[in-house]
């Protein structure tokens, strides 16, 4: 049996990518998706959608995970991650991080000018913002940020539970950050679903060639 062909996979991750931004342009033509608008009014107080449901302290949850995704405490952890490799003399592992974090900025600026879809106006922004829409640059970015540094990080760890609590904290991390854009309502779900797709893809692009190009990078 032939062996599997190696660019088939980082092939069929660009495919994904790109029927992803399709679908953000289709969303942008033709409206938000049939799931947006519930799901965008469930956080919301029946009687003021002005005000998120629950009690007085989910907003200020919500905030403080969207916080988790601004550019500065990002930058921050990946400073501190790049500078600790580089401490450690693994500069390969170092650039390997930087560029997928710098590549990552530059993939969801290109797409929110290139997409152009609009804000959602539903319900009242509980946040400042300032962009557009698609995709969502807190979820894409945050989710490569945390992920990639524990990916490279989990592996200098020795001992197995504290290594998967790593990798636990940062998917419910970046799964937060992603959730606390609609709660806030200043994302339809479907931004913030296209850009975990985008982010987790685009993540496994660099795994797929680093392994074949550059398999020190990630050692």
């Known amino acids: ?31 938000p998706a049939n799931f947006d608008a519930p799901i965008l009014m469930w956080f919301r107080n029946s009687n003021d959608t002005a ?10 949850f919500w905030l ?7 550019t500065t405490p990002r930058l921050l952890v990946a400073g501190l991650a790049i500078l600790g490799l580089v401490l450690l003399r693994r500069w390969r592992s170092a650039l390997f991080v930087t560029g997928v974090l710098v590549s990552g900025i530059a993939l969801s600026t290109l797409i929110k000018g290139w997409v152009g879809r ?3 106006q539903l319900v009242a922004h509980l946040d400042q913002v300032s962009s557009m829409s698609f995709p ?29 609590f790593l990798y636990g904290l940062a998917i419910s991390s970046s799964l937060a950050i992603g959730i606390s854009r609609v709660a806030l ?22 795994v797929m060639l680093a392994k074949h190009y550059w398999p020190k990078a990630l050692t």
């Open 51 to 60: 005000q998120l449901a629950g009690l007085p302290w989910v907003t200020q």
């Open 185 to 206: 309502g200043v994302h339809w779900p479907s931004d913030v679903l296209a850009s975990w797709v985008i982010a987790y893809c685009w993540l496994g692009l660099w």
């Open 1 to 31: 049996m032939n062996a599997r062909p190696y660019w088939l996979v980082p092939s069929l991750l660009l495919i994904v990518i790109a029927a992803t931004i399709v679908c953000g342009f289709a969303l942008t033509l033709d409206g």
């Open 64 to 70: 403080s995970m969207t916080w988790l995704g601004n």
């Open 136 to 164: 969502s640059g807190h979820a894409l970015n945050s989710t490569l940020f945390y992920l990639t540094i524990t990916l490279i990080i989990a592996p200098l760890i020795t001992h197995r539970i504290a290594r998967w």
């Open 118 to 120: 609009p804000r959602p």
